[in-house]
T-cell receptor, first 112, second 116 residues
Framework: AQSVTQLDSQVPVFEEAPVELRCNYS??????LFWYVQYPNQGLQLLLK??????LVKGINGFEAEFNKSQTSFHLRKPSVHISDTAEYFC??????????FGAGTTVTVRA | GAVVSQHPSWVICKSGTSVKIECRSL??????MFWYRQFPKQSLMLMAT?????????EQGVEKDKFLINHASLTLSTLTVTSAHPEDSSFYIC????????????FGPGTRLTVL
C-alpha cells in the first residue's frame, strides 16, 4: 500500500537555528512531492513541490527540500527559523493521479 | 497565487439538521475539487473527489448519502452534511486543482463544523 511517513511528530527549535523535517514515502515509478504548512485554524499553504528536474527544490519563506529517489525521501529544511515558522507541516505525495496522500504532520514550535 | 475560499468558516448546528459548505476558486477554473476532513491534531483525510458536471468519487468508508457533493461549475463545489450528528463535528477543508494532474492543489481556509 502507498504510504507517507513523517518521522517526527513534534520538533521544538530555537529561533535562528536550522530545522529539518523528515518525510519518507513508499516507492513508486513516479511521484510528485509536496510540502504544505498549516497555521492554527487555517487551511494549507503550499511551501514547495517537486514534479521533475532538479532534486533540490526551493520554496517560499526560505524553505527548501531535497528529493532522494534511492532513499524515497523528501526532507524539508530551513537554515534559520523565525517565531512565525511555528506551525504544522505536512508532507504530501501524489502517485501519478490527482489525489494527494498526506503524512501525519510535524508540529514545529519555535522558541525565542 | 490562486485563491480558494470556503463559506462559512465556522458553523454550529443542532443534531439532525443539514449543513452546506461552499468552496470557491476565486481566480482560476478548477476542473477538480477535493474535500478533506481533519480531526484535531491529525492529518487530512480525503473524503471525495469531484469533477465539474459529474458525480463525485468517494473514498472508501465515506457515506455518499451523508456527505452530498455537488460541483455545478468550474469555480464552485458544495458539501452538504445531511442529518448531522456530533460525530460529524470536524474541520472540513476543500482544495481546487486546475486541469493537469501535476497542477497544484490550492486549499481553502477550512470550515469548522460543530454539531450539538
Amino acid at each position: 500500500a502507498q504510504s507517507v511517513t513523517q518521522l517526527d511528530s513534534q520538533v521544538p527549535v530555537f529561533e535562528e537555528a536550522p530545522v529539518e523535517l523528515r518525510c519518507n514515502y513508499s516507492s513508486s515509478v513516479s511521484v510528485y512531492l509536496f510540502w504544505y504548512v498549516q497555521y492554527p485554524n487555517q487551511g494549507l499553504q503550499l511551501l514547495l513541490k517537486y514534479l521533475s528536474g532538479s532534486t533540490l527544490v526551493k520554496g517560499i519563506n526560505g524553505f527548501e527540500a531535497e528529493f532522494n529517489k534511492s532513499q524515497t525521501s523528501f526532507h524539508l529544511r530551513k537554515p534559520s527559523v523565525h517565531i512565525s515558522d511555528t506551525a504544522e507541516y505536512f508532507c504530501a505525495v501524489s502517485w501519478g493521479d490527482y489525489k494527494l496522500s498526506f503524512g501525519a504532520g510535524t508540529t514545529v514550535t519555535v522558541r525565542a | 497565487g490562486a485563491v480558494v475560499s470556503q463559506h462559512p468558516s465556522w458553523v454550529i448546528c443542532k443534531s439532525g439538521t443539514s449543513v452546506k459548505i461552499e468552496c470557491r476558486s476565486l481566480d482560476f477554473q478548477a476542473t477538480t475539487m477535493f474535500w478533506y476532513r481533519q480531526f484535531p491534531k491529525q492529518s487530512l483525510m480525503l473524503m471525495a473527489t469531484s469533477n465539474e458536471g459529474s458525480k463525485a468519487t468517494y473514498e472508501q468508508g465515506v457515506e455518499k448519502d451523508k456527505f452530498l457533493i455537488n460541483h455545478a461549475s468550474l469555480t464552485l463545489s458544495t458539501l452538504t452534511v445531511t442529518s448531522a450528528h456530533p460525530e460529524d463535528s470536524s474541520f472540513y477543508i476543500c482544495s481546487a486543482q486546475g486541469q493537469g494532474v501535476t497542477d497544484t492543489q490550492y486549499f481553502g481556509p477550512g470550515t469548522r463544523l460543530t454539531v450539538l
